[in-house]
């Protein structure tokens, strides 16, 4: 068991980073509040689903027959785009927690490799979210001005 | 003194098993850049909501002042103070998540730089503190609804 553990060792010189028992409470704490706000982000997720559906199977008042197809689909559309940029993020982020509560507990490198790149993940996908927001807002801005 | 201090080494190597290697390292530097990004249109974002603030105390004082301070001037300008109040407290509010993404990230950069503990430790910590004030400032957000659809039933139930 302890020769197993030699080869471990000999990359230490190389990494001089480690996960010591501070970082361990910090990435702790993190897990669990990231825990909590991915399930939030899950319920409220599920709620607009949940109006999605109610939009879908209730009668239409302003919708007749020679409504145009985008207006018929604008909002089913939105709701869909809601969804699926708040769903990734979460689901990121509660890999994230999970993965790193697991790696914490048993110590293990890859599980904890994992949780890492899903907090990347998360944030990357955040950041382009908000890149194209942005670049959205620059679009419409420069269109209305220039009209 | 040679031996003993590479003892201790040895000790200290012993109880942390997780080590952040290079792979870790490329994730942890990619979150670090993209959190910065984030902190800085985040500040933008808070700069921007003060400055509307701003605008908009101007405009409703330029309302009120219309009026001539009768009843309707001094409602329009409460309601200014009000909604000025608001956003600069909101970008008060949504200041403080950014300011500790930055933290995280710049601390996070030169760790990985300089393969520093400390300024590991500190990112870390950081980060930590945002999680956290994001996930209080939901529970308060959540309490908020809960209390306002509860007072609600109650309001329509009375009636």
Known sequence: ?147 | MEQYSQATVEKEINLFELQIDQEAMSYLGTTASWGKFLSIVGFVNCGIMVIVALLFGKNFAMLAAFGGGDLLGNSISRLGAFVTTLFIVIAVIWFFPNLFLLRFSVKMQSALRDTDQIQLNASLGSLKSCFKYIGILTIVILSFYTISFIVGIVAAMRY
């Open chain 1, 1 to 147: 068991m302890e020769t197993l553990h030699q080869p471990v060792h000999l990359s230490d010189n190389l990494f001089e980073l480690q996960i010591d028992q501070e970082n361990t409470s910090y990435l702790s704490e993190m897990a669990r509040w990231g825990k909590f706000l991915s399930i939030v982000g899950f319920v409220l997720t599920g709620l607009v689903t949940l109006a999605l559906l109610v939009k879908a199977f209730s009668a239409d008042n302003y919708v007749s027959l020679y409504t145009p197809l985008w207006q018929k689909a604008m909002v089913p559309m939105l709701l869909i785009a809601v969804i699926l940029l708040y769903f990734f993020p979460c689901l990121y982020l509660y890999n994230f927690s999970s993965k790193m509560k697991f790696a914490l507990r048993s110590d293990d490198q890859e599980y904890m490799l994992i949780a890492f790149k899903n907090l990347k993940a998360c944030f990357k996908f955040v950041g382009i979210c908000t890149l194209v927001m942005i670049s959205l807002n620059l679009i419409i801005w420069i269109f209305l001005i220039t009209r």
